[in-house]
Protein backbone atom coordinates (compact mmCIF):
# COMPACT_ATOMS: atom_id res chain seq x y z
CA UNK A 1 0.00 0.00 0.00
CA UNK A 2 1.62 3.28 -1.25
CA UNK A 3 1.11 6.64 0.40
CA UNK A 4 0.39 9.95 -1.33
CA UNK A 5 0.63 13.69 -1.05
CA UNK A 6 -1.24 16.32 -2.85
CA UNK A 7 -0.38 19.74 -3.18
CA UNK A 8 -3.52 21.08 -3.75
CA UNK A 9 -4.45 24.79 -4.02
CA UNK A 10 -7.33 26.69 -1.35
CA UNK A 11 -7.82 29.45 -3.89
CA UNK A 12 -7.65 33.37 -2.29
CA UNK A 13 -9.82 32.93 0.46
CA UNK A 14 -13.19 31.66 -0.71
CA UNK A 15 -14.25 28.20 0.18
CA UNK A 16 -16.50 27.80 -2.91
CA UNK A 17 -13.10 29.29 -5.08
CA UNK A 18 -11.54 25.53 -4.81
CA UNK A 19 -11.54 23.27 -7.44
CA UNK A 20 -13.79 20.54 -7.95
CA UNK A 21 -10.71 18.19 -7.59
CA UNK A 22 -8.92 20.18 -4.71
CA UNK A 23 -11.82 19.33 -2.56
CA UNK A 24 -11.96 15.75 -3.77
CA UNK A 25 -8.55 15.46 -2.70
CA UNK A 26 -9.70 17.14 0.84
CA UNK A 27 -12.64 14.81 1.56
CA UNK A 28 -10.52 11.66 0.83
CA UNK A 29 -7.39 13.13 3.19
CA UNK A 30 -6.31 10.91 6.42
CA UNK A 31 -4.24 14.02 7.28
CA UNK A 32 -4.32 17.69 6.24
CA UNK A 33 -1.41 20.09 6.82
CA UNK A 34 -2.30 24.06 6.60
CA UNK A 35 -2.02 27.18 7.89
CA UNK A 36 -4.88 29.27 9.21
CA UNK A 37 -2.89 31.83 9.25
CA UNK A 38 -3.59 32.18 5.24
CA UNK A 39 -6.03 29.52 4.41
CA UNK A 40 -9.56 29.89 5.84
CA UNK A 41 -11.01 27.66 8.37
CA UNK A 42 -13.68 27.50 6.22
CA UNK A 43 -12.53 25.97 3.64
CA UNK A 44 -11.11 23.01 5.68
CA UNK A 45 -14.00 22.61 7.91
CA UNK A 46 -16.53 22.28 4.65
CA UNK A 47 -14.43 19.91 2.66
CA UNK A 48 -12.07 17.95 4.79
CA UNK A 49 -13.96 14.33 6.54
CA UNK A 50 -14.56 14.54 10.30
CA UNK A 51 -11.88 12.45 11.25
CA UNK A 52 -8.92 13.79 9.50
CA UNK A 53 -6.13 14.50 11.23
CA UNK A 54 -5.22 18.40 11.09
CA UNK A 55 -1.39 19.81 11.27
CA UNK A 56 -0.86 23.41 11.11
CA UNK A 57 2.16 24.39 9.44
CA UNK A 58 2.39 27.34 11.21
CA UNK A 59 3.26 25.75 14.54
CA UNK A 60 5.54 23.13 12.92
CA UNK A 61 9.10 22.71 11.86
CA UNK A 62 10.36 21.96 7.84
CA UNK A 63 11.37 18.75 9.57
CA UNK A 64 8.85 17.44 11.47
CA UNK A 65 6.19 17.93 8.50
CA UNK A 66 8.69 15.56 6.33
CA UNK A 67 7.83 13.59 9.49
CA UNK A 68 3.91 13.38 8.57
CA UNK A 69 5.36 12.22 5.09
CA UNK A 70 7.31 9.89 6.17
CA UNK A 71 4.52 8.25 8.01
CA UNK A 72 2.28 8.40 5.06
CA UNK A 73 4.94 6.40 3.49
CA UNK A 74 5.07 3.49 6.52
CA UNK A 75 1.50 3.65 7.01
CA UNK A 76 -0.02 3.98 3.10
CA UNK A 77 -1.85 7.40 4.35
CA UNK A 78 -3.68 10.22 2.29
CA UNK A 79 -1.91 13.58 2.65
CA UNK A 80 -3.21 16.81 1.92
CA UNK A 81 -0.67 20.18 1.93
CA UNK A 82 -2.77 22.48 1.50
CA UNK A 83 -1.61 25.91 -0.48
CA UNK A 84 -2.89 29.13 -0.26
CA UNK A 85 -3.99 30.88 -3.45
CA UNK A 86 -1.63 28.53 -6.24
CA UNK A 87 0.79 25.88 -5.20
CA UNK A 88 2.89 27.10 -8.11
CA UNK A 89 3.00 30.98 -6.36
CA UNK A 90 4.92 31.82 -3.43
CA UNK A 91 4.08 28.60 -2.24
CA UNK A 92 7.60 26.39 -1.48
CA UNK A 93 6.24 23.76 -2.91
CA UNK A 94 9.83 22.80 -4.89
CA UNK A 95 11.58 21.68 -1.40
CA UNK A 96 8.26 19.88 -0.53
CA UNK A 97 8.02 18.03 -3.53
CA UNK A 98 11.72 16.85 -3.77
CA UNK A 99 11.19 15.30 0.09
CA UNK A 100 8.25 13.26 -0.48
CA UNK A 101 9.64 11.72 -4.27
CA UNK A 102 12.84 10.83 -2.25
CA UNK A 103 10.33 9.21 -0.08
CA UNK A 104 8.71 6.77 -2.71
CA UNK A 105 5.10 8.67 -2.32
CA UNK A 106 2.68 9.35 -5.11
CA UNK A 107 2.90 12.82 -5.88
CA UNK A 108 0.30 14.92 -7.13
CA UNK A 109 -0.68 19.24 -7.78
CA UNK A 110 -3.36 20.10 -7.46
CA UNK A 111 -3.89 24.38 -8.97
CA UNK A 112 -5.89 26.68 -7.59
CA UNK A 113 -7.09 29.79 -8.60
CA UNK A 114 -4.52 32.46 -7.28
CA UNK A 115 -4.92 35.67 -5.27
CA UNK A 116 -3.56 37.54 -8.22
CA UNK A 117 -6.31 36.95 -10.64
CA UNK A 118 -9.07 37.23 -7.97
CA UNK A 119 -7.70 40.48 -7.12
CA UNK A 120 -7.75 41.56 -10.76
CA UNK A 121 -11.55 40.13 -10.95
CA UNK A 122 -12.59 42.20 -8.38
CA UNK A 123 -11.91 44.68 -10.47
CA UNK A 124 -13.29 43.73 -13.75
CA UNK A 125 -9.36 44.17 -15.56
CA UNK A 126 -6.38 42.17 -17.09
CA UNK A 127 -3.66 42.40 -16.49
CA UNK A 128 -1.79 42.43 -19.57
CA UNK A 129 -3.14 44.67 -22.35
CA UNK A 130 -1.70 45.13 -25.58
CA UNK A 131 -1.84 48.75 -26.04
CA UNK A 132 -0.87 48.93 -22.13
CA UNK A 133 1.20 46.43 -20.57
CA UNK A 134 1.94 43.07 -22.42
CA UNK A 135 3.62 41.54 -19.96
CA UNK A 136 2.80 40.83 -15.28
CA UNK A 137 5.92 40.67 -13.38
CA UNK A 138 4.83 38.51 -10.19
CA UNK A 139 6.84 40.09 -7.07
CA UNK A 140 6.90 37.74 -3.82
CA UNK A 141 7.71 38.74 -0.14
CA UNK A 142 10.90 37.91 0.08
CA UNK A 143 12.02 40.66 -3.34
CA UNK A 144 10.17 43.02 -1.84
CA UNK A 145 13.59 44.91 -1.11
CA UNK A 146 14.11 44.95 -5.32
CA UNK A 147 11.06 46.82 -6.49
CA UNK A 148 12.75 49.19 -7.76
CA UNK A 149 14.74 47.02 -10.44
CA UNK A 150 11.32 45.04 -11.04
CA UNK A 151 9.68 48.80 -11.65
CA UNK A 152 11.96 49.39 -14.41
CA UNK A 153 10.10 47.29 -16.86
CA UNK A 154 7.02 49.17 -16.54
CA UNK A 155 4.66 47.06 -16.96
CA UNK A 156 2.17 45.63 -14.50
CA UNK A 157 3.51 44.61 -11.16
CA UNK A 158 1.83 42.32 -8.70
CA UNK A 159 3.81 42.69 -5.41
CA UNK A 160 2.94 40.82 -2.68
CA UNK A 161 4.49 42.50 0.97
CA UNK A 162 3.45 43.82 4.47
CA UNK A 163 1.26 47.40 3.99
CA UNK A 164 3.04 48.80 7.07
CA UNK A 165 5.76 48.81 4.79
CA UNK A 166 3.73 50.88 2.57
CA UNK A 167 6.07 53.91 2.39
CA UNK A 168 8.80 52.08 1.37
CA UNK A 169 7.14 50.30 -1.47
CA UNK A 170 6.26 53.54 -2.76
CA UNK A 171 9.19 55.16 -2.82
CA UNK A 172 10.99 52.19 -5.04
CA UNK A 173 7.66 52.38 -7.60
CA UNK A 174 8.69 55.80 -7.55
CA UNK A 175 12.55 55.61 -7.70
CA UNK A 176 11.89 52.73 -10.28
CA UNK A 177 9.80 54.58 -12.85
CA UNK A 178 6.36 54.63 -11.95
CA UNK A 179 4.36 58.42 -11.90
CA UNK A 180 2.47 59.42 -8.79
CA UNK A 181 -0.88 59.16 -11.15
CA UNK A 182 -0.33 55.17 -11.82
CA UNK A 183 -3.23 53.26 -10.73
CA UNK A 184 -2.92 50.92 -7.74
CA UNK A 185 -5.21 48.36 -6.42
CA UNK A 186 -4.57 46.99 -2.84
CA UNK A 187 -6.21 43.81 -2.20
CA UNK A 188 -6.60 42.51 1.45
CA UNK A 189 -8.33 39.20 1.83
CA UNK A 190 -9.65 39.09 -1.55
CA UNK A 191 -13.19 37.00 -1.86
CA UNK A 192 -13.95 37.33 1.53
CA UNK A 193 -16.59 39.10 3.32
CA UNK A 194 -14.32 41.20 5.42
CA UNK A 195 -12.08 41.83 2.32
CA UNK A 196 -10.58 45.01 1.82
CA UNK A 197 -10.34 46.48 -2.08
CA UNK A 198 -8.96 49.99 -2.67
CA UNK A 199 -8.65 51.30 -5.46
CA UNK A 200 -6.21 54.39 -6.16
CA UNK A 201 -2.93 55.83 -7.08
CA UNK A 202 1.14 55.48 -6.27
CA UNK A 203 0.55 59.22 -4.91
CA UNK A 204 -2.33 58.29 -2.72
CA UNK A 205 -1.04 54.49 -1.90
CA UNK A 206 0.50 55.68 1.94
CA UNK A 207 -3.13 57.72 2.31
CA UNK A 208 -5.36 54.73 1.65
CA UNK A 209 -3.18 52.47 3.45
CA UNK A 210 -3.46 54.19 6.55
CA UNK A 211 -7.14 54.99 6.08
CA UNK A 212 -8.31 51.41 6.05
CA UNK A 213 -5.65 50.57 8.44
CA UNK A 214 -3.84 47.57 7.15
CA UNK A 215 -0.39 46.62 8.38
CA UNK A 216 -0.56 42.65 7.13
CA UNK A 217 0.75 41.02 4.25
CA UNK A 218 -1.44 42.63 1.37
CA UNK A 219 -1.60 42.21 -2.40
CA UNK A 220 -0.58 45.69 -4.21
CA UNK A 221 -1.40 45.69 -8.13
CA UNK A 222 0.50 48.25 -9.63
CA UNK A 223 0.20 49.89 -13.77
CA UNK A 224 -1.80 51.64 -16.31
CA UNK A 225 -3.75 48.41 -17.26
CA UNK A 226 -5.66 49.03 -13.98
CA UNK A 227 -6.94 52.21 -14.68
CA UNK A 228 -10.78 52.62 -13.83
CA UNK A 229 -13.09 52.91 -16.87
CA UNK A 230 -15.39 55.26 -16.98
CA UNK A 231 -18.83 55.70 -17.58
CA UNK A 232 -20.33 59.23 -18.32
CA UNK A 233 -17.42 61.19 -17.83
CA UNK A 234 -17.47 59.49 -13.91
CA UNK A 235 -15.37 57.38 -12.93
CA UNK A 236 -16.96 54.18 -11.74
CA UNK A 237 -15.22 53.98 -8.75
CA UNK A 238 -16.89 57.37 -7.17
CA UNK A 239 -20.55 56.28 -8.17
CA UNK A 240 -22.96 55.41 -5.29
CA UNK A 241 -23.15 51.84 -5.07
CA UNK A 242 -26.33 50.58 -5.62
CA UNK A 243 -27.91 47.93 -4.17
CA UNK A 244 -28.29 44.67 -6.41
CA UNK A 245 -31.99 43.19 -6.95
CA UNK A 246 -33.53 40.79 -4.27
CA UNK A 247 -32.90 37.23 -5.65
CA UNK A 248 -33.59 33.56 -4.53
CA UNK A 249 -29.89 33.36 -3.43
CA UNK A 250 -29.82 36.72 -1.04
CA UNK A 251 -33.28 36.00 0.29
CA UNK A 252 -31.99 32.34 1.13
CA UNK A 253 -29.05 33.64 2.87
CA UNK A 254 -31.04 36.36 4.69
CA UNK A 255 -33.63 33.95 6.03
CA UNK A 256 -31.01 31.30 7.00
CA UNK A 257 -33.23 28.57 6.02
CA UNK A 258 -29.76 27.37 3.90
CA UNK A 259 -26.30 28.20 4.73
CA UNK A 260 -25.55 27.65 0.75
CA UNK A 261 -27.48 27.04 -2.79
CA UNK A 262 -28.49 23.25 -3.28
CA UNK A 263 -27.60 24.24 -6.83
CA UNK A 264 -24.70 25.59 -6.51
CA UNK A 265 -23.21 22.73 -3.92
CA UNK A 266 -24.93 19.65 -4.84
CA UNK A 267 -22.52 18.91 -7.80
CA UNK A 268 -19.49 19.36 -5.17
CA UNK A 269 -20.89 17.51 -2.14
CA UNK A 270 -21.76 14.42 -4.19
CA UNK A 271 -18.26 14.48 -5.27
CA UNK A 272 -17.29 14.80 -1.83
CA UNK A 273 -19.24 11.89 -0.49
CA UNK A 274 -18.66 9.60 -3.40
CA UNK A 275 -14.84 10.19 -2.63
CA UNK A 276 -15.30 9.55 1.06
CA UNK A 277 -17.08 6.57 1.19
CA UNK A 278 -15.03 4.69 -1.65
CA UNK A 279 -11.41 5.66 0.43
CA UNK A 280 -13.31 4.38 3.56
CA UNK A 281 -14.65 1.04 1.97
CA UNK A 282 -10.83 0.53 0.35
CA UNK A 283 -9.53 1.11 3.43
CA UNK A 284 -11.87 -1.77 5.25
CA UNK A 285 -11.05 -4.34 2.44
CA UNK A 286 -7.24 -3.47 2.35
CA UNK A 287 -7.23 -4.03 6.46
CA UNK A 288 -9.50 -7.03 5.84
CA UNK A 289 -7.50 -8.86 3.62
CA UNK A 290 -4.07 -6.94 3.31
CA UNK A 291 -4.24 -6.40 -0.41
CA UNK A 292 -3.15 -3.14 -1.71
CA UNK A 293 -5.19 -0.06 -1.42
CA UNK A 294 -5.74 1.57 -4.73
CA UNK A 295 -4.51 4.84 -5.13
CA UNK A 296 -6.79 8.16 -6.86
CA UNK A 297 -9.06 5.57 -8.50
CA UNK A 298 -11.77 7.72 -10.83
CA UNK A 299 -15.22 8.21 -9.27
CA UNK A 300 -16.42 7.88 -12.91
CA UNK A 301 -14.72 4.24 -12.75
CA UNK A 302 -17.35 1.86 -12.33
CA UNK A 303 -16.79 -0.52 -9.21
CA UNK A 304 -15.71 -4.13 -10.11
CA UNK A 305 -17.55 -6.74 -9.78
CA UNK A 306 -17.40 -9.24 -6.62
CA UNK A 307 -16.79 -12.60 -7.90
CA UNK A 308 -19.28 -15.24 -7.43
CA UNK A 309 -18.06 -18.88 -6.24
CA UNK A 310 -19.82 -21.72 -8.25
CA UNK A 311 -19.86 -23.94 -5.92
CA UNK A 312 -22.13 -21.73 -3.59
CA UNK A 313 -26.18 -21.92 -3.42
CA UNK A 314 -27.72 -19.18 -5.87
CA UNK A 315 -28.80 -16.25 -4.01
CA UNK A 316 -31.89 -14.58 -4.96
CA UNK A 317 -30.89 -10.61 -5.98
CA UNK A 318 -32.74 -8.32 -3.61
CA UNK A 319 -35.96 -5.76 -4.77
CA UNK A 320 -34.31 -3.19 -6.50
CA UNK A 321 -36.71 0.04 -7.18
CA UNK A 322 -36.28 1.30 -10.82
CA UNK A 323 -38.06 3.14 -13.48
CA UNK A 324 -39.53 1.69 -16.03
CA UNK A 325 -37.18 0.31 -18.47
CA UNK A 326 -33.76 0.06 -16.51
CA UNK A 327 -31.94 -2.83 -16.01
CA UNK A 328 -33.73 -4.73 -13.11
CA UNK A 329 -37.51 -3.23 -13.24
CA UNK A 330 -39.84 -5.56 -12.38
CA UNK A 331 -41.25 -4.92 -16.17
CA UNK A 332 -38.60 -6.40 -18.17
CA UNK A 333 -38.23 -10.00 -15.91
CA UNK A 334 -36.08 -12.54 -16.30
CA UNK A 335 -33.50 -12.31 -18.72
CA UNK A 336 -34.99 -15.59 -20.87
CA UNK A 337 -38.32 -13.18 -20.79
CA UNK A 338 -36.90 -9.75 -22.07
CA UNK A 339 -35.53 -11.95 -25.37
CA UNK A 340 -38.02 -11.43 -27.96
CA UNK A 341 -37.74 -13.05 -31.97
CA UNK A 342 -36.37 -10.38 -34.17
CA UNK A 343 -39.74 -10.29 -35.90
CA UNK A 344 -41.66 -9.11 -33.40
CA UNK A 345 -39.20 -6.42 -32.36
CA UNK A 346 -39.25 -4.92 -35.74
CA UNK A 347 -42.89 -4.63 -35.36
CA UNK A 348 -42.69 -2.50 -32.28
CA UNK A 349 -39.80 -0.12 -33.86
CA UNK A 350 -41.05 3.09 -34.29
CA UNK A 351 -39.81 5.11 -37.02
CA UNK A 352 -39.89 9.44 -36.32
CA UNK A 353 -40.91 10.98 -39.52
CA UNK A 354 -40.66 14.84 -39.70
CA UNK A 355 -43.23 16.37 -41.38
CA UNK A 356 -42.65 18.61 -44.26
CA UNK A 357 -43.22 22.62 -44.03
CA UNK A 358 -43.88 23.21 -47.45
CA UNK A 359 -47.57 23.12 -48.70
CA UNK A 360 -48.54 20.22 -50.85
CA UNK A 361 -49.91 21.43 -54.18
CA UNK A 362 -53.62 20.61 -54.87
CA UNK A 363 -54.15 17.62 -56.88
CA UNK A 364 -55.30 17.89 -60.49
CA UNK A 365 -59.66 16.92 -60.71
CA UNK A 366 -59.81 13.53 -61.77
CA UNK A 367 -62.59 12.79 -64.93
CA UNK A 368 -64.90 10.14 -65.14
CA UNK A 369 -63.64 7.31 -67.11
CA UNK A 370 -66.80 6.50 -69.91
CA UNK A 371 -68.20 2.86 -69.20
CA UNK A 372 -67.12 0.31 -71.70
CA UNK A 373 -70.08 -0.39 -74.07
CA UNK A 374 -70.24 -3.48 -76.21
Known amino acids: MTGRVAFVGAGPGAADLITLRGARRLAEADVVVWAPSVVEVECVREHARPGAELVDFSRVTESEVVEVYRRAAASGQSVVRLHAGDPAT ?221 ASPAVPAPAVDSLPGQAGSPEQGAPEARKKPPVAAARKRTVSVQASTTPRKPAPARGKKPKRTG
Do not use: M, N
Open 90 to 310: WGGLREQHDACLRLGLEIEVVPGVTQVSAAAASVGRELTTSEVAQSLVLASPESAEHVRELSAHGTTLALSAPAARADRVAEQLRAGGYADTTPVVIAYKVSLPDAVLVRTTLGELESAVKEHKLYRSTLFLVGDALKAPVRRGTPIGDEPVRQPRASKWRSTRATGAESRSEAAWSAVHDLQETARSRWARAREESGADGAELPIARSLAEPAEPEPVDA
